[in-house]
């Protein structure tokens, strides 16, 4: 489907973004702009630098330009986004709507300029309502702008599950849905270990903590570093880029623009999704337990609510 080397536009040139840049590059998904605000072009052009000189020693070749001018975004085939602020120890993701809805629009409107045919991902937070933004205001349809949140979600819950269940994570299944919050819903109907439902092989109580720390997973690694992950949330969303440019039809739960799909209209939110050439492709629509929809809706509400107020800023 490409006819040139893929153009890979990274949005933000910190910890995600170098992470990002590091990936792409030895994976050669294409060649890749670190792009960054003004005050930051040097420390984009020294990642930059510094993970084309890794290739040297790796044995990987893509060109990696580090930059503070939208032009270099021009006609990038992804766009991933961590533009914006990370939590500090005590926030929640909510606290940064204010400050990161001015740069989601920002950067909003240079991809809509330089980069209109983007397949974008969006990995900044409050993820459902920055995602939300992207969409508004590069005006770009449902299928090629999502928000990267389920994938790493549902890589903490089986972690934590395997762990649990002494088995190799290799063998755990399973998906997190709705909002990229304290609301968001871990699936236990569908989280199997090679196909066995979780709950035979692990005990209610333990599941239900496992649950409650999936929720708290990214909060956890903030309170310890004092500024949020990276190292997943990079290859989660390397991961979605990758099934984007592939076509490799991958199911997987992304944050994707609800059109009526499991009954919400006008909302971002963790669903599964199949990603291939076409961007989401898919929304799959599974059966869900009724304690499993209740949850669902309440996460819902809760993202409507921040979009709602983001809407307001
Ligand atoms: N355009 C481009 N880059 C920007 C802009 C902008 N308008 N505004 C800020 N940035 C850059 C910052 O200069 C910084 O280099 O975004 C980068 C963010 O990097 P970090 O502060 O290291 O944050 P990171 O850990 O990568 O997280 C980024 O992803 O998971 C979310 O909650 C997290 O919202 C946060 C985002």
């Known amino acids: 489907m490409h006819h040139h080397r893929p153009k890979i536009a990274l949005i933000g040139s910190g910890n995600i973004g170098g992470e990002l840049a590091a990936l792409c590059a030895r994976e050669e998904l294409g060649d890749i702009v670190l792009f960054d605000i003004p005050e930051k072009e040097g420390f984009a052009k020294g990642k930059a630098l510094d993970l084309e000189q890794n290739g ?22 992804v766009a991933i986004v961590t533009a914006g602020v ?5 926030m929640s993701r909510d606290d940064l709507v204010a400050i990161n809805l001015k740069i989601t629009r920002a950067v909003g409107e240079n991809l809509k300029k330089h980069a209109p045919n983007a397949f974008v991902i969006v990995i900044t937070n409050p993820l459902d309502a920055m995602v939300y933004e992207m969409k508004k205001v590069t005006g ?3 299928e090629r702008v999502v928000g990267m949140a389920g ?10 599950l395997a ?18 919050g304290d ?6 109907s569908y989280a199997t270990i090679n196909g066995v439902g979780v709950t035979q092989l692990i005990s209610k109580e333990k599941i239900d903590a496992i649950v409650a720390r999936t929720a708290n997973g990214g909060g956890e690694i903030v309170k310890l570093m004092g500024t949020s992950a990276y190292y997943a949330p990079a290859t989660a969303a390397v991961h979605m880029a990758r099934a984007y440019l592939g076509d490799e039809k991958r ?13 919400y209209k006008d909302i971002y939110m963790g669903v599964p999704t199949v990603i291939g050439k076409g961007g989401v492709e898919k929304i799959v629509e599974v059966a869900l337990t009724a304690e499993e929809r209740a949850m669902l809706d309440k996460s819902a509400a809760a993202v409507k609510e921040l979009i709602g107020v983001a809407q307001k800023l």
């Open 86 to 90: 990370p939590r500090k120890p005590g």
């Open 140 to 142: 770009f349809p449902r």
């Open 56 to 77: 040297a020693v790796l044995g990987y070749d893509v060109n990696i330009t580090g930059t503070s001018n939208p032009e270099d975004l021009k006609d990038a085939d």
């Open 183 to 188: 609301t968001m819903v871990p699936v236990l």
């Open 151 to 160: 994938v790493l979600d549902s890589a903490r819950f089986q972690l934590f």
């Open 163 to 180: 762990r649990e269940a002494k088995v190799s994570t290799k063998d755990v299944r399973a998906m997190v849905l709705g909002g990229h």
């Open 251 to 263: 199911m997987l739960a992304c944050a994707a623009y609800l059109d009526g799909e499991y009954g």
